[in-house]
DNA sequence: TTGTACGCGTTATCAA
DNA sequence: TTGATAACGCGTACAA
């Protein structure tokens, strides 16, 4: 079944089928009704491959996802796809490992599956030195800033990591807690683990608390790593008092592994994670942390893409705002600790 | 950049670039040679729309979720991806509302997109009775049984949501509770949720306990609704001492609402989730659940798609065995209760 | 082993 | 307002 035997069957010519399948003007009422008729009757569709093909265009957008255990990676994932499908693009989504190189991977997709666009959903700076020259469309990374890597097809939507980490910080501190570990990502592939890092230390410095090495432990964002990265900072720190974790899900797997040494939550060991998900709110205790918008994230990006893809403006890189959320996690050092 | 300049290029004809790209034999080693390297110099990739256009073969395999709060079908979906990309096909998500009508997006897509199969993560057999006959493509339906539907293009691949559902109230039963709450899905749209229903009353029969509707409170498998049902039920009947939620993530808005009226899980009431996420066992009380093989679900559904798009075997109907994970949010109902 | 030429289903051009 | 026809880039009969 294809737009000649439409054609046929309502008598018209191929062109005219194509303009009303279109919704283009210059076609006679008479014409568009019978076709529509035709068209209806027979369950027809337009071919994509081939009209893609005519016209130069491609399957979608897709979307890169870096680390699916993430889960505000997953509301962000949800937001993008409503968004995408309100725009008639298809969307096409690829995981790749955390370890993995996720611009290797969007070269590959590039090649067999033609996207408009790309969006990356996390990602290590270094895979985007070696590898994003030999991309052509328009890409946004998210929750990874992209502005000093330069690149006139790629723009970014991300959170003030460093600034957001430093009120984490801000907030243990102001409970009295100065022996504080972290749980964070991997500092040397993860831009936004290292600009959270940077917080911290910055936070530090100003509170006069020695950054130490000691205390920090890294760990994959998710369940298991966050509980395996907080066991071996119990065993390397026992004398920590409050724990900053990069990532909900690593606070949450944190969380267990406290509680499975016998110690609470937070009267033993404050945690405050770090993206605000959903669930934070529905545990106990409630999980203080900072709530980054997914929401506006998705949106945000979704917009430059958009601009990108019709050619409007260049590439920009956004921060969005984010929020603090006290929970239930963190509480003031007992005096006597 | 087509295989044309690659000829050219190269000084080899189109078809000889064709061969070589698709790594068939009858090709000299030295143009194989010769054309890779040109081919590698210039990053060309082959057309994918004008492939599949010739190839009358499409996109890839579509997946159609209905509730992406759902956080089982977020691992399974995980999963389903990775395997997925195994075979090379591109893998296109669609996110459904609750609500929508799967089967008509569905066949939006396949008119649009052309996929190769589709697999359907949730669906409401009503929007398969209605529209399901359109759709020419192999699918897979997950988590609800497709066998009574009897399309011969409609696999599914579930769990025994009714034996399942039976063990929990089992459980409860044997610590000693009478007096159960169920947290639904809604019965008349979702099958799951009517099995899982039908499981508790064959449960409730054996042990002579009334199946009072008046503790039966539906609510779609999400934190919140499983919060606000939680609520109404409490409103309703007080007195319960347990309660079933039909999804893990019902059961921890449910805990979260239990907890807001001052009451204690388990001591007060007892709560065993169903499908086994991964998260329930960092959660403290760690989740009482019947564990779904999300693992097993995705592989399977993956097996019987592409056995059906090669056109080997028809329609199978596949029941993954659960397991009873006996967590800690459940207890013995107290003596003097 | 290699090359020529055609057609997949659509849209765009141009003439009617 | 309409229609014939030429591309789009690829795979593949068929010929060499």
Redesign the interface.
Known sequence: MTIKDIARESGYGVTTVSRVLNGQPKVSEKAREKIMDVVRRT????????K??KQQS???IAVVVKG?KNMLF?SIL?RL??LI?ETGY??????VDEGADEVTEARRI?????PEGIIFLGGDHENFKRSFA?IGVPCVLLTSSARELGFPNLSSVTTDDAFAAECAIDHLVALGHRNIGILGGYVESSYPAARRYVGCVRAFERYSISADKSRVVAAKFS?NDG?AAMERLLDKRPDITAVFAMSDVTA??A??AI?DRGLRVPEDISVVGFDGI??G????PKLTTVRQDGEAIAARSVRLLLDAIRGEGGSAHEVIPFRFFDGESATRLAEDA
């Open positions: 369950d027809f569709h337009l071919n994509s491959n081939a893609r093909l491609s399957t979608g699916s997953l949800e796809q409503s499908a298809a969307f096409i989504i690829n995981y590039c090649g067999e599956l033609r030999g369940l509980y949450i797997g969380i267990r509680r959903e669930l709110a529905y545990l106990t």
